[in-house]
Nanobody, 124 residues
């Protein structure tokens, strides 16, 4: 059984930092991506950052230069370091992992396994 578990959300003032963690267990495909998406009420999933196990990373335009994604392949754990947070970063953040037939490119349709989400709130 596949489980994707996020942690690390919370509330912070603008300019502050948070670090999210996500561990995926029960999946063993050799090539994969892990990514972070975020969602606000009434909108679809926005791609935040993605890391493949070959070292490739991608970022959404709105977070480039502020967020950093890393991947511990041995622990199957993704980390999202979020610095210089802005009120516009407020959202539910979801971790996701591709499955056997998935694809990356920060496309939520390519991701099969999703966590329950962790809330990030940035106040001005």
């Amino acid at each position: 059984q596949v489980q994707v578990e996020e942690s690390g959300g919370g509330s912070v003032q603008a300019g502050g930092s948070l670090r999210l963690s996500c561990r995926a267990v029960g999946v063993t495909y050799s090539s994969y991506c892990m990514a972070w998406f975020r969602q606000v009420p009434g909108k679809g999933h926005e791609g935040v950052a993605e890391s493949a196990n070959d070292g490739t990373t991608r970022y959404g335009d709105s977070v480039k230069g502020r967020f950093t994604i890393s991947l511990d392949t041995a622990e199957m754990t993704s980390y999202l370091q979020m610095d210089n947070l802005e009120p516009e970063d407020t959202a539910m953040y979801y971790c996701a992992r591709t499955g056997r037939y998935g694809w990356c490119y920060l496309d939520p349709r390519g991701y099969e396994y999703w966590g329950q989400g962790t809330q990030v709130t940035v106040s001005s």
